[in-house]
């Protein structure tokens, strides 16, 4: 993975050049890194690292332009530029010919900042889908950017302050999502967001919009062209021999696996997770899928010994608050790779999201036909649901379905589950604003340009569930583990083919992923296509009943975090008794993130 960062002054007042060298601080972390840096006076400064190179950078009298990622060019002329020369080279002659509508013509996962000091204007910009991640603040004349949180608060004029607003959304959404941070004035990029700052005037806007229009090809013709998307998506990745992919032994995992072993001229080398947990372990399905595509498999068991040993680290590496808890098992199979001599991962995210995987997809389906209903119907329906007790169901569809999209998606939310003065006290409570998440939730629900239930729940996912969320994860997992990751299933090719799919056939009646599972029929192993989704889902919860170590941990961290004034300590009191009383699974969800909460604060010296 790269990294970039910088700062620059938007007025006549000048900083410290130096603090440039404080931002890559961070850096020391990291082994083997190839770094790149540019000043302009006491102006401006940019820099970045990198495992394998550093990024691209440019530098004249008049501008500073860096650019990290994989980009590819829909000018022609920019994409030989990048060919003969590099990336930045290309971008600087594109914005001097195209200004800020270069963003246009850039593809690919990247992140960029363009510079004119003189001018005291700069360009932020992130890629389509978020892969590579782009973070800012802008207060009193100052820009400060950088890939990660970290960039940003080593610059010796930035308040680095924890601000409540972001412990909040991490506690509702089990992540901070973008544009929102775990620190005050700090901003996150959203996916194809960029940020111009000309002088005094702040400009932050989306350059790119995904397009829903519905395909008139016939479904034979689309489903024979997924196959040839998915080959294209792969052979981008340009993959070599110590390039290996992740194998959960999914739909997504395994399509990977199996159009990677394709193109390649030797056996792939794939690498899965197991947990010696009754339902969660999906080691037999790997096995299946390694065994149809002949691939070299190499198998890890996470046990409870190695979350205890992990979870100081991972708290570290974030640079906010992260709780979802399959960092662990992504960042042993990450480490696996490293050890077995893989320079680069494949991974499979982002299938569920542009082909209709995810359960609440059926779910909001069903409820959304309560809309359809007439008005006579309803009449007659709604006091019979509230009479009879044995219509208890038909209460509680009805009580959901009445609610609008997208607030319908956060009914079983911890935090709207009980008052929030159960869960937060008093004096945390007034420092927030708890309709923030759900106004976000709307906002990226709203932007869609469709119509389509299903098309806007799939755009919201491609920010909150993969954006923010499952490729933060997996980016940073493999980068601690020291390894580079590439998403094939995010191909922008790829991306672009699944949204013009009518929803009709992506969710046929209440089937998840029809589309898709008809057209990997000939392709996948049967079991692959009949099985449920899982992924590498950690078993937190039913080992911290089973492991005396773990539990012990996770009682020492809910009773230091419970003096801290955010959760109510009587709520923490009752989410662990509930939890050895058998509801193991579910409260262990909580107990994870108040742990991983407290962890983060430990970690960066939160007191």
């Known amino acids: 993975m790269s990294t970039i960062y910088g700062w620059l002054s938007t007025t006549e007042k000048t900083f410290d050049l130096n603090s440039i ?17 540019a000043k302009h006076k006491n102006i401006a400064g940019m820099a970045g690292y ?39 080279q290309a971008l600087a002659t594109g ?41 800012y603040y802008y207060q009193n004349g100052l820009l400060v950017f950088g890939s990660k949180l970290d960039h940003i608060i080593a610059h010796p004029s930035v308040n680095k302050i924890i ?30 967001e960029f940020i111009e700052i000309d002088s005094d005037k702040h400009i ?57 072993q394709q193109i390649a001229e030797h056996p792939v ?30 198998e890890y068991y996470v046990s409870p010994a190695d979350v205890l040993n992990s979870i100081p680290l991972i708290a570290q590496a974030y640079d906010e608050p992260f709780g979802n808890a399959s960092a662990v098992p992504s960042y042993y199979c990450a480490k696996l790779a490293r050890e077995r001599g893989m320079t680069r991962l494949l991974a499979g995210d982002g299938g569920d999201e542009i082909f209709a995987g995810n359960s609440r997809y059926a779910k909001q389906k069903l409820f959304e036909y309560y809309h359809y209903l007439p008005s006579f119907a309803k009449a007659a329906i709604e006091p019979m649901a509230n009479n009879i007790s044995f219509l208890g169901k038909l209460q509680s569809y009805i009580l959901q379905a009445k609610i609008n999209m997208p607030d319908r998606l956060e009914t079983y939310n911890f935090l709207h589950r009980s008052p929030l003065l159960e869960f937060l006290t008093e004096e945390f409570l007034k420092q927030i604003d708890p309709e923030i998440p759900i106004v976000s939730c709307r906002s990226t629900y709203s932007r869609a340009d469709t119509d389509d239930l ?48 009518p929803s009709k056939w992506l969710l046929q009646g209440f ?92 970690a960066h010296d939160v007191s």
């Open 511 to 602: 089937e998840l992923r029809s589309f898709y599972k008809k057209s990997m029929r000939d392709f996948l192993p049967k079991e692959t296509l009949s099985k449920s989704k899982q992924g590498f889902g950690l078993p937190f919860g039913v080992w911290m009943v089973q492991d005396k170590e773990l539990k012990q941990f996770a009682l020492d961290n809910l009773f230091s975090f419970s003096k801290r004034g955010i959760v109510n300590p009587v709520y923490i009191k009752n989410i662990i008794q509930l939890h050895q009383k058998g509801h193991s699974s579910y409260y262990g969800v909580m107990i994870w993130l108040l742990i991983m909460l407290e962890q983060w604060l430990i």
């Open 454 to 501: 299903l098309k806007r729940m799939l755009y919201l996912d491609s920010k909150f569930t993969l954006a923010d969320n499952d490729i933060r994860k997996v980016n940073r997992m493999c980068e601690l583990a020291g390894i580079e990751v590439q998403y094939p299933m995010l191909q922008e090719n790829l991306v672009t083919f699944s949204a013009g799919i």
């Open 95 to 135: 914005f001097m010919k195209y200004g800020r509508l270069v963003l246009n013509k850039i593809h690919g996962p990247f992140s960029l900042c363009i510079i004119e000091p003189k001018r005291h204007y700069a360009l932020l910009a992130n890629d389509r889908l978020g892969i590579r991640p782009l973070a």
């Open 163 to 192: 601000d409540p607003q972001g412990i909040y959304n991490y506690l509702y959404a089990h992540m901070i999502p973008s544009p929102y941070s775990i620190y005050k004035n700090i901003c996150k990029l959203q996916p194809s």
């Open 269 to 298: 080398n794939a690498f899965t997770m197991g947990f010696e947990a009754e339902g969660y372990d999906e080691m037999a399905y790997a096995r299946i899928v390694a065994a149809h595509f002949k691939v070299n498999l190499h």
């Open 50 to 88: 990198g495992l394998k190179i550093a990024p691209s950078l440019y530098q004249s009298s008049t501008l500073l332009v860096i650019i990290e990622g994989d980009p590819n060019w829909s000018d022609e002329e920019l994409q030989n530029i990048a060919n003969s020369s590099d990336s930045s």
């Open 204 to 260: 932050r806007n989306f350059y790119w919009q995904a397009n829903y229009t519905e395909s008139i090809l016939s479904k034979k013709t689309l489903m024979e062209q997924v196959h040839t998307q998915l080959e294209q998506s792969i052979a981008t990745c340009v993959p070599d021999q110590q390039t290996g992919v992740f194998l959960s032994g999914g739909l997504d995992s395994s399509t990977v696996t199996g159009y990677f």
């Open 21 to 37: 060298d404080q931002q890559g601080a961070t850096a020391k972390t990291l082994n083997r890194l190839h770094s790149c840096v």
